[in-house]
């Protein structure tokens, strides 16, 4: 029997032009197509003739098993994820599948991670050059990491002035994480540090809104924002969301 194969493949944020030529190889070589039905749809007529199974959410770990059953049989499974499959993605999940039933880089299965722009980079590049400087990404999403965990990094990353990424801000269920997010970082931050909130970034319904973090909370937010805070350094200008690099300390331009 051949050498199975497992593609953890990042599609990008969503538009064709986005993804990588190795991702979009990744998808010709795979004999089955596996993910989340949102993700699956993305890729539209490059799967034709391939078989495809679709999960839905919160069925990750299913994936991840029906890529390693197809892999024992000799074939190349890739298991897809939006964004970097590295990142907030299906590649963390994959490995602990396959650790957890014995797998070794030596044992027959080939795994490769294929990386694509996350979120982050994909909204930051839609609202300037938000991420200048140091940033740090925590997800508002309590599912698998209880909140006070989550508070915590938010305290952190308040004191430590990052321009900070959240991920997952909020859902018809969650609604208050995002209110408490916004309390801790003011602790830190003025109430006109400027906010980035994008949603459906290189998609059909992408939309792109530049406020501040006390004016954040009245505009669109949903599970497909990606919502960008500055650091105390940040500003806005020409409609665009700036953090600096420090050049402008050191040089004259």
Request: proline share 4%.
């Amino acid at each position: 029997m051949s050498k199975g194969r497992i593609l953890l493949v990042g599609l990008g944020p969503g538009d064709r032009e986005h993804m990588t030529f190795r991702a979009r190889r990744a998808i010709e070589e795979a004999d089955v197509i596996i993910g989340y039905s949102g993700y699956i749809k993305l890729l539209g007529d490059l799967i034709n003739g391939k078989e495809v199974i679709k999960k839905g959410m919160r069925q990750e770990l299913d994936r991840c098993v029906a890529a390693r059953e197809h892999a024992r049989r000799g074939k190349t499974a890739a298991l897809i994820s939006s964004g970097d499959a590295g990142i907030y993605g299906i590649a963390s999940p994959a490995y602990e599948v396959l650790l957890q039933s014995g797998w070794t880089p030596d044992s027959g299965i080939e795994v490769e991670v294929i990386p694509g722009a996350t979120a982050l980079s994909a909204c930051a590049a839609l609202a300037g050059a938000p991420l200048g400087h140091d940033f740090c990404a925590i997800s508002l999403s309590n599912l698998l990491t209880p909140w006070p965990v989550i508070a915590r990094r938010l305290d952190a990353a308040g004191r430590g002035d990052f321009v900070v990424a959240l991920y997952n801000p909020k859902s018809h269920r969650r609604t208050r994480q995002i209110v408490e997010a916004r309390e801790i970082l003011l602790r830190y931050r003025r109430p006109d540090t400027p906010v980035a909130i994008v949603g459906h970034a290189y998609r059909a319904r992408q939309d792109t809104q530049i406020t501040t973090l006390d004016g954040m909370l009245e505009r669109t937010i949903g599970m497909s924002s990606t919502v960008l805070v500055g650091n105390s350094a940040t500003y806005l200008r020409e409609g665009l969301m700036i953090t600096p690099r420090g050049y402008g300390d050191k040089y004259d331009y």
